[in-house]
């Protein structure tokens, strides 16, 4: 078997751990998986798919291999049904590219066999299983696959031997992927045929449909329709219309069937209804496919036969479908009126339920007089609940309640067979499911605790459910392209969100107690612990504080309390301080642990975590205070340095703590019903999380609060935000209020720049001159063309008329007229001069920052290093100056991005003292100011002195008496009695003159004594009269600004507080506000509560910001008069990267939670922006991603700036892969499940960078990146060893993973792959991008190429870096920064170069021949030279090592020599100097000679 197929059979193993390595990455705990998933290499090396693979592995699409139907049946048969389609087999036919290379390009609608049919269908799910792209390979062949989707559906319904009810079960799948990829035109034109208004066709009678056209009439007009278009079929088309619109109703038909067919142990029959139950949910939780499909579910009384179903209540097999009932029954309750589309709310949904009754009294009291009177006149209220309703319904006999049920046109016989009736309580649960209330989701929200018990940690199946592998569903909601209404979309991300964080406390829990080492101690009952954690204490004392009262209406406790109190004694000072850290609302969990003999033993991950090591209780709690040494709460900031010292110095620790009152009151009252303890006097353990990762109880309760508020997305978003109508709709194209006349200020640099910025279009000026114009550019952009409803017959001048305005409005469109103005003087200081953009935007760049200055919803993607951050702060700068009434609200994911996001702004031409940076993170800020709340204040604060003191000395300049700059009223008051009608009499008197000149305005100027210190004079001999008047309405304009300025802090003398003015500043005077997204789901209660009120969002990262918390900033006000303001949605990110991060796989992949608002909108054809000029990194190494992008081009400074023309100094190459062999015989190791390592590739990478700093690289321009934290882990205890304790190494800028580097770059990064059995999450494109584009100036990659480059999904990127050699070759004789060598290899070295790689050669090239014959003196210097200049091929990590030490070895020579030299340099001259000086010569030749080391020998 050839190596190419080596590679690709190691592939396979990357799919069965891909999601626990993508955990490892992310940091998550080691975690048990089941060894049936993970075959050896040797395994798959040697599997017979490997082999039956080279029949088609080597063809392509366009071009398969030859076609062979035995070898289709052969591969279903032999390595599929006999193996129970194994996950190693299916893993290996889709990395061999089965279907794209041989069973698509063969499929036959006419000859394909049901074989060939299944194995599509097999392959699809495994993409799907895997997440790679799925329906790529039917573009090639689109013809084709309407015959191909009737095939299964066929199969779907077919009973026979070779479909087995688990290959239904595949088939389900197939149908539950296309259901749930509807953006696909191909799929969607198929699936939607199955749920469309023909289904109604199988209702139970005619009735049922009247009742839905009578109410709706545009529904009867739309099913005549269809009733024509069925007639004008021919049979063929009728045949196949009618197997469609039955299609649903057989199918569930055929599941009835089997749920009631279900004996105990009958797994295949439990696994196909509860896939089914899936499908159901998909189907009833998007609003196109539930529709008409609900109201055949309720005709076909689905949910009353699964609740009814033995398999509900069966505990054992029975318990995911009971759970995936549940959801099903909610959703087909949902409150959303199916046809409109609109939401329902509370009152409607009464008004429905009390109107159903209604209809059941009237019926009652006509038809059932005596038995059901008391039903018939019974207020609403009293029969709405199941119990009432069942209570009178036992009234009718058997033959009443068939009557009731076809007087309320309820079927009553079987749905398989309509032979057969239904039984009583089939009968009595369908007229409850009908006329019962519906429980409100809000108040069983209300109820449900916000912190995590035991049982939701360690028992709910969805959170242990870590190694999702898609064998059976899961019950969980999901997140997928369309939402029902805001509440479903927030009930949806509620739930996942929240599961999500219990698996990462419960991790954390796990951890921790595992380190504490819990002991059964010597007296019964007692628990000791034998280790320690550093985030976890033993408790020393707990005990309850307060109880209050519940509020009124409410059943619960409103406030509980109590103190905790533990020993800190035997903790470093480091973690006494991240113990001393802990603040108010800071999150605890508090846990008993009763340990038991057996606890000695080693957890082997079969036994329950819990039962193992006697975890009896969990609860959460919020802290109130830090109660200091004398009882009282104590804050560190405020309190007296004696108190401080006292409660440093001491041993213990006490935090006073809130409890959960919904937890508190389950607790009690299960405590009095079976006779329990109390939980609240067993705890003995407290526990804390890292504060970055321990916000979840804010953002649920954010989530909570906004569920239950009259949530108000911008109307123009609505459609789009939920995934309906058009997705074009909410483009500032389609807006109706479009700016026209955009002021872009300083945007372009000339008028050059403004031309090349809009391609195609015709730039006029306004005054129509041909004179260029110079910045800053107003530019009016047309009217957007006129939608007419359609043409209109009009005699010949009216006609003649219209085409021309026509034409004249088509010409309109393509131009633009430009204007100008002089930006004016606002002052004689250096502070007045506004600071100007100096990015030379590109084209595309420019259309973002139009499209983000008008209103709507805009979307750019910027792939790395396209200016992404640029483009932002041009918008936000735009938006600024051209809506100065408006505020900005700037988000994103993380601290570092928005502290990019905010220099730049500082950097523009906005006004610090509109700006606010809001959250931890702002101290990082490069900036001597501080933006922050409080230190935003202080500034105001300053400012104010400053600006009275300034009052002050323009009144003594002015010789005006009096106290006028004591406070900002004074100061008002001498504006406008003093300093307005000085100017107002020099405007007045400079009118009256016929001819002005600068020695008559200097003398009527009154301020120029106060401009006495301006840096520059005002008036000087060579200024004009124009420029003399420009400079004292400049200085005017200064004074004015400043008094501003002074009305503006005047609230300041007024409000007191730090709080109050903190807050005044926010809600007033900040335009621009920055904050990241957890700040916003965190705080968003408070901002509300203030009234903050903002226009426009920009969104940062926002394809790496989960689903909610990119809604959550966008609700950060409440609506003014039922509208919310938000005008402007600006989303800038890039899909193509990593997504965000999940660390549970079940919530990853089943769920989708790793989608981001951005990747949906994106999927679902919402317009984009694609930044198509990157200038991050040189040409050749950004070819590594670029086919990613369309049309990702270079911006200019990748052409003209040096640092990306010239080489890097001793390396011959400016990106390669270095291919690493086995090291010391292995290759990738584990030293713990998932902590994968590999030594080679560590300490070549630590050799590589020792090299670079020899050479003289800095090391903070140098990253060191790897796929796995285990290999991070491994690369930074070799570079303690090695350089740690040497400061020519020192440490690199980085030693961090892919994932944690997204978003940031360096000019060098050293990048290790880590695995040598299989390739692992790289297979993941979005990393892979991520992992090649960080580097700008040097890339260089250590790895096995052979596993890599067969990877399908990475070949463009493995296929060019094997272009070069895969070792590495260095080049001696050069030093960073000095080299004059061009990366590009025209020059004369990069032709030898390639001369020499063509030729094979390794190690010494060989001189060129001479033209002609030198002398001795100048051959020596020639081959000097050439030893300077040498290219050398590195075999081995050995020899890699060996040169850096023979480096290290001359460069302490040199450094020996030097003091030498230094050391005789202060002695006195002596009558041997002459001596001394040539033997030191010699010794610096002989030096020399053996310098850089001979590669070849050593």
């Known amino acids: 078997m050839s190596s190419t197929h080596n590679g690709t059979e190691a592939e396979a193993m990357e799919v069965i751990t891909e999601a626990k390595e993508a955990q490892e990455t992310q940091g998550t705990k080691d975690t048990n998986i089941n060894a049936a998933y993970r075959p050896t290499l040797k395994d798959i090396q040697n599997d017979s798919v490997a082999v039956l693979a080279e029949a088609w592995i080597g063809g392509t699409a366009e071009t398969p291999s030859e076609f062979v139907p035995q070898l289709i049946e052969r591969v279903y048969n032999d390595e599929l049904v006999k193996h129970d389609y194994s996950i190693t087999k299916l893993t290996l036919l889709e990395v061999s590219q089965y279907l794209e290379k041989f069973l698509w390009p063969h499929y036959d609608a006419d000859a394909s066999s049901t074989t060939h049919i299944l194995s599509i269908v097999l392959m699809v799910n495994e993409k799907f299983r895997g997440r790679f792209e799925a329906w790529g390979a039917f573009e090639q062949s689109p013809e084709k696959f309407s015959a191909f989707f009737a095939d299964v559906l066929k199969l779907c319904l077919q009973e026979s031997e070779k479909i087995s009810l688990r290959v239904k079960r595949y088939l389900l799948l197939f149908m539950i992927n296309c259901f749930q990829s509807l953006e696909n035109p191909l799929v969607r034109s198929e699936c939607m045929r199955l749920v469309s208004l023909s289904i109604w066709h199988s209702l139970l009678s005619e009735a049922t449909r009247e009742v839905e056209f009578k109410e709706y009439p545009q529904l009867l007009k739309f099913w005549r329709h269809l009733e024509k278009k069925f007639e004008s079929m021919d049979s063929e088309q009728q045949t196949k219309a009618v197997f469609e619109r039955t299609w649903m109703s057989e199918m569930i038909k055929q599941f009835v069937q089997i749920l009631e067919s279900i004996e105990d142990g009958d797994q295949e029959k439990v696994a196909y209804c509860e896939r089914f139950m899936e499908f159901l949910i998909d189907l009833e939780a998007q609003l196109p496919t539930r529709r008409y499909l609900n109201t055949l579910i309720e005709d076909h009384q689905v949910v009353a036969i699964c609740k009814l179903a033995r398999l509900n209540s069966n505990k054992e097999s029975g318990t995911l479908f009971s759970q995936l009932l549940e959801i099903f029954t909610f959703y087909t309750g949902f409150e959303i009126n199916g046809h409109t589309g609109l939401a329902l709310t509370k009152e409607e949904m009464t008004e429905i339920n009390a109107s159903k009754l209604t209809k059941l009294q009237r019926i009652a009291f006509t038809h059932f007089k005596d038995e059901l009177i008391d039903l018939a006149m019974s207020n609403l209220r009293s029969i709405e609940d199941r119990e009432s309703l069942s209570r009178h319904f036992d009234c009718l006999t058997l033959e009443q309640l068939v009557e009731l049920c076809t007087l309320l046109n309820i079927r009553t016989t079987k749905i398989t067979d309509s032979s057969v009736p239904l039984e009583r309580d089939m009968l009595e649960e369908v007229l409850l499911l009908r006329f019962e209330k519906r429980h409100s989701q809000i108040e069983r929200i209300n109820a449900l605790p916000l912190y995590p018990d035991e049982n939701a940690l360690f028992e709910d199946a969805a959170v242990k459910e870590e190694m999702y592998n898609a064998d059976r569903p899961l019950a969980l909601p999901k997140l997928n392209l369309q939402f029902l209404t805001l509440h479903d979309y927030l009930l949806r991300n509620f739930n996942l969100f929240r599961l999500e964080s219990n698996y990462e406390i419960r991790q954390d829990i796990e951890d921790a107690v595992k380190r504490l080492g819990p002991r059964a101690g010597s007296v019964e009952g007692t628990t000791v612990f034998s280790g320690w954690s550093r985030v976890a204490a033993p408790i020393s004392f707990f005990k309850m504080v307060e109880l209050a009262k519940p509020n009124l209406g409410e059943d619960r406790l409103s406030l509980i309390t109590a103190d905790v109190t533990f020993n800190v004694r035997k903790y470093t000072e480091a973690i006494q301080a991240e113990w001393e850290a802990i603040r108010e609302h800071d999150i605890l969990f508090l846990l008993t642990i009763e340990a038991h003999d057996e606890i000695d033993e080693q957890w082997d991950g079969k036994e329950s975590f819990r039962r193992h090591y006697g975890l009896k209780y969990v609860r959460g709690c919020e802290v ?739 272009q070069r050699p895969t070792k590495l070759w260095i080049r001696t004789g050069e030093m960073y920064p000095n080299t004059t060598r061009l990366v590009n290899p025209g020059d004369e070295d990069g032709e030898e170069d390639k001369e020499e790689e063509t030729k094979g050669k390794k190690g010494k090239k060989a001189p060129k021949k001479k033209a002609a014959k030198k002398g001795k003196d100048a051959k020596e210097k020639e081959e000097e030279a050439e030893n300077k200049g040498k290219d050398h091929e590195i075999e081995s990590i050995a020899q890699i090592g060996e040169y850096v030490f023979g480096m290290m070895k001359e460069q302490q020579q040199f450094a020996i020599q030097q003091q030498n030299e230094y050391l005789k340099s202060l002695q006195p001259p002596s009558e041997h100097a002459e001596e001394a000086e040539a033997e030191e010569a010699n010794e610096g030749e002989e030096g020399s000679s053996s310098g850089a080391m001979d590669v070849d020998k050593e």
């Open 624 to 1362: 109130v205070s830090v109660i200091g040494p004398n009882g009282k709460p104590f804050d560190s900031k405020k309190s007296d340095p004696q108190m401080l010292q006292e409660h440093r110095t001491g041993n213990t620790r006490t935090f006073r703590v809130a409890l959960d009152a919904n937890q508190y009151k389950i607790d009690q009252e299960h405590a009095k019903k079976t006779g329990g303890q109390d939980v609240y006097q067993t705890f003995n353990i407290v526990l804390r999380r890292k504060p970055q990762e321990n916000n979840f109880k804010p953002v649920l309760e954010t989530i909570r609060d906004l569920m239950q508020s009259d949530l108000m997305v911008p109307e123009w978003l609505h459609d789009v935000f939920l995934g309906y109508g058009n997705p074009n709709s909410a483009h500032y194209s389609q807006v109706q209020k479009q700016v026209r006349e955009i002021d872009f200020r300083d945007t372009f640099l000339e008028m050059d720049h403004l031309k090349a910025s809009f391609p195609g279009m015709q730039i006029k000026t306004k005054d129509g001159s041909d004179e260029p114009l110079s910045a800053p550019f107003v530019v009016q952009f047309p009217e957007p063309p006129s939608d007419n409803a359609g043409p209109k017959k009009k005699k010949g001048g009216e006609k003649a008329k219209k085409s021309k305005a026509s034409q004249a409005q088509e010409q309109a469109q393509d131009e633009l007229i430009v204007s100008t103005y002089k930006t004016p003087n606002m002052g004689p200081y250096p502070e007045d001069i506004p600071n100007t953009n100096q990015v030379r935007f590109t084209p595309t760049q420019v259309e973002a920052i139009k499209a983000g200055t008008n209103p709507g919803l805009t979307l750019v993607v910027g792939p790395p290093g396209t200016g992404k951050t640029d483009v932002a702060v041009q918008i936000i700068a735009n938006l600024y100056n051209n809506f100065p009434n408006q505020h900005t609200l700037l988000v994103t994911h993380s601290n570092q991005a928005l502290n990019q996001l905010f220099e730049k702004i500082i950097a523009l031409d906005v006004d610090e003292r509109h700006l606010l940076r809001l959250g931890h993170g702002e101290e990082e800020l490069n900036t001597e100011l501080s933006f922050s709340k409080y230190g935003r204040v202080t500034s105001f604060l300053e400012k104010r002195v400053n600006l009275l003191a300034e009052v002050d000395r323009l009144a003594y300049s002015l010789a005006i008496g009096g106290e006028h700059g004591s406070t900002c009223e004074t100061a008002g008051y001498f504006f406008s009695y003093h300093v307005t009608p000085l100017w107002t009499e020099f405007e007045r008197r400079l009118g009256t003159v016929e001819e002005s000149s600068v020695e008559l305005i200097k003398e009527l100027f009154p301020f120029k004594d106060y401009f006495y210190n301006a840096p520059t004079p005002l008036f000087s001999d060579c200024t004009t009269v124009e420029q003399a008047v420009d400079a004292a309405q400049g200085c005017f304009r200064h004074l004015s600004k400043l008094f501003e300025q002074l009305e503006e802090v005047s609230a300041f003398e007024l409000l007191r507080t730090s709080y109050d003015r903190a807050n005044y500043l926010l809600t007033k005077e900040a335009k621009i506000i920055a904050m990241t997204c957890t700040h916003a789901a965190l705080k968003r209660r408070e901002l509300v509560n203030l009234g903050f009120k903002y226009d426009n969002i920009v969104m940062e990262e926002a394809a790496q910001i989960l689903e909610v918390e990119t809604f959550i900033p966008m609700l950060l006000q409440e609506p003014e008069d039922g509208v919310n303001r938000l005008k402007r949605v600006i989303l800038i990110g890039d899909h193509n990267q990593l997504p965000p991060v999940v660390k549970n796989t079940a919530f990853q992949q089943y769920g989708n939670m790793e989608q981001s608002m951005f990747t949906r909108f994106v999927r679902l054809g919402v317009p984009t922006i694609e930044l198509d000029a990157q200038g991050r990194a040189r040409t050749d190494m950004a070819e590594l991603y670029k086919w990613r992008y369309k049309n990702l081009g270079d911006l200019p400074n990748i052409s003209e700036r040096a640092e990306f023309k010239f080489a890097n100094p001793g390396f011959l190459y400016d990106y390669q892969f270095i291919n690493v062999d086995n090291y010391r015989g292995t290759g990738e190791s584990a030293p713990r499940p998932h902590f994968i390592q590999n030594l080679g590739e560590a300490e070549y990478v630590v050799a590589v960078y020792q090299y670079m700093r020899l050479l003289g690289y800095p090391a903070e321009k140098i990253t060191i990146l790897t796929t796995y934290n285990g290999q991070k882990d491994l690369i930074r205890d070799v570079l303690n060893q090695r350089c740690n304790w040497n400061p020519i190494f020192g440490r690199p800028a980085r030693i961090t993973t892919v994932d944690k580097y997204q978003g940031q770059q360096n000019d060098y990064v050293l990048l290790s792959l880590v695995r040598t059995k299989a390739v692992g999450h790289v297979r993941d494109i979005r990393r892979l991008v991520v992992a090649l584009s960080r580097a700008r100036l040097g890339l260089y990659i250590f790895g096995r190429l052979k596993l890599f480059q067969n990877c399908h999904e990475l070949e463009p990127a493995f296929k060019r870096l094997a």
